[in-house]
């Protein structure tokens, strides 16, 4: 069964610093990764989107992310951020059909 | 502009009084999902439809229930809900076009049990 890994359940950073997530994916075939953000009691929005072709994929907000096949990761950066960066951080899986399974989430703290 | 709408966003409900959530699409899209999210953890698929085929996760409680009357419309029945059943519900659509595509969430309704 397919799976998704994101090991930091938390990380602080300092604005204008860097950032990486990570995030691991346990699946058979080549899979469909997602990374999502969720604002204190609001839904997830989609930052960006694996299906294929080039591994580095540039989101919104100015986050990118890089599939790594060997590695079975897909982490997230972003060069320099922000103080509304702060929010809860979801890495997601697909498979061919219709589900979606998330990892356990990493909340992103961004200090002044 | 919202294109997933879930109404109510914030529902009370008595310990054992049964519930409905809401969701609406105007997305035109086939297939629809119901997660479930407690705080500080991820969510967790609860049931999705694709078209009018409905498909239970096994491990979703036979509490939890659903409908989808038509496209634009799904419903989450909780049959008698429990202090354990307090979450925020997000609902997700998404269009299966054979690749897969991303899911687009509502703004979630958070449930009290009280």
């Known amino acids: 069964a397919q799976s998704v890994t994101q090991p930091d359940i938390h990380i602080t950073v300092s604005e204008g610093a860097s950032l990486e997530l990570r995030c691991n994916y346990s699946y058979g075939a080549t899979p469909y990764l997602f990374w999502y953000v969720q604002s204190p009691g609001q839904g997830l929005q989609l930052l960006l989107k694996?299906?294929?072709?080039?591994?580095l994929v540039q989101g919104i907000k100015g986050f990118e992310a890089e599939f790594k096949r060997s590695q079975s990761s897909f982490n997230l950066r972003k060069p320099s951020v922000h103080w509304s960066d702060a929010a809860e951080y979801f890495c997601?899986?697909?498979?061919?059909?219709?589900?979606?399974?998330f990892g356990a989430g990493t909340r992103l703290t961004v200090k002044p | 502009d919202a294109m997933v709408i879930q109404n109510p966003r914030y529902q009370v409900t008595q310990f054992g009084k049964p519930v409905t959530l809401s969701c609406s699409q105007t997305?035109?899209?086939?297939?629809m999902y119901w997660y479930q999210q407690k705080s500080s953890q991820a969510p967790k698929l609860l049931f999705h439809?694709?078209?009018?085929?409905?498909?239970n996760e096994a491990d979703t409680p036979d509490n939890f229930q659903s409908r989808r009357p038509n496209t634009s419309f799904c419903f989450l029945d909780i049959r008698s809900p429990g202090l354990g059943d307090a979450a925020m519900y997000l609902c997700a659509t998404r269009q299966d076009r054979g690749l897969n595509t991303e899911a687009f969430f509502g703004q979630g309704t958070r449930l009290t049990v009280v």
């Open positions: 997601a899986v697909g498979e061919i059909g219709n589900d979606m399974r």
């Open positions: 439809y694709y078209d009018k085929d409905f498909n």
């Open positions: 997305l035109n899209h086939n297939v």
């Open positions: 694996y299906f294929s072709g080039d591994t």
